[in-house]
T-cell receptor
Framework: DAGVIQSPRHEVTEMGQEVTLRCKPI?????LFWYRQTMMRGLELLIY????????DSGMPEDRFSAKMPNASFSTLKIQPSEPRDSAVYFC???????????FGPGTRLTVL | KQEVTQIPAALSVPEGENLVLNCSFT??????LQWFRQDPGKGLTSLLL?????REQTSGRLNASLDKSSGRSTLYIAASQPGDSATYLC?????????FGEGTQLTVNP
């Protein structure tokens, strides 16, 4: 398997623009997680899905952030409108069960100017 | 709220040394604990997963232990190599949530 795939790897945008991050989990994994990593706050869970259904979105910072999982092989994290403080590395991870080993993608480095 | 602390924040050792990284957590009601490695500008690589019912797990030169009752885990690296230089993160699983520590930045000098 190719592992968790994320795109784009780097994104530079201007404040106010819409940003969409994409993730393809490992085939057969029923859980998908979105994390954000910053120097100030470390790694934080934003939201996770089980069988394409959002289970816990308590980590989503505000209404500007939204996530979807239309099918088992694809998820998006959207920020609209983007702000400079959203600059971070966003990771997607998947696992075969909620308490099993999580496998991370390479991340998307987002810079909002 | 679960809090995870890793000590030390940074560690520099000469090649060949054995070393221990520490992780502590405040809520012992965890399902498992996972150790990761992160290279600069890269994603996280899973190293070891210890189930809550286990006391230790080994993979090659790595050995992780878990003492759930005291809220502690250690990652032991034997015969360290320059290629081991990276940030090591521990994360505890409670429910389906992973809570991460801040990491230990390890440098192994040739």
């Amino acid at each position: 398997d190719a592992g968790v795939i994320q795109s784009p790897r780097h994104e530079v945008t201007e404040m106010g623009q819409e940003v969409t991050l994409r993730c393809k989990p490992i085939s057969g994994h029923d859980y998908l997680f979105w994390y954000r990593q910053t120097m100030m706050r470390g790694l934080e869970l934003l939201i996770y899905f089980n069988n394409n259904v959002p289970i816990d979105d308590s980590g989503m910072p505000e209404d500007r952030f939204s996530a979807k999982m239309p099918n088992a092989s694809f998820s998006t994290l959207k920020i609209q409108p983007s702000e400079p403080r959203d600059s971070a590395v966003y990771f997607c991870a998947s696992s075969s069960a909620g308490y099993n080993e999580q496998f991370f993608g390479p991340g998307t480095r987002l810079t909002v100017l | 709220k679960q809090e995870v602390t890793q000590i030390p924040a940074a560690l520099s050792v000469p090649e060949g040394e054995n070393l221990v990284l520490n992780c502590s957590f405040t809520d012992s009601a965890i399902y498992n604990l996972q150790w990761f490695r992160q290279d600069p500008g890269k994603g996280l690589t899973s190293l070891l997963l210890i189930q809550s019912s286990q006391r230790e797990q080994t993979s090659g030169r790595l050995n992780a232990s878990l003492d759930k009752s005291s809220g502690r885990s250690t990652l032991y690296i034997a015969a360290s190599q320059p290629g081991d230089s990276a940030t090591y993160l521990c994360a505890v699983v409670h429910g389906s949530r992973l809570t991460f520590g801040e990491g230990t930045q390890l440098t192994v000098n040739p």
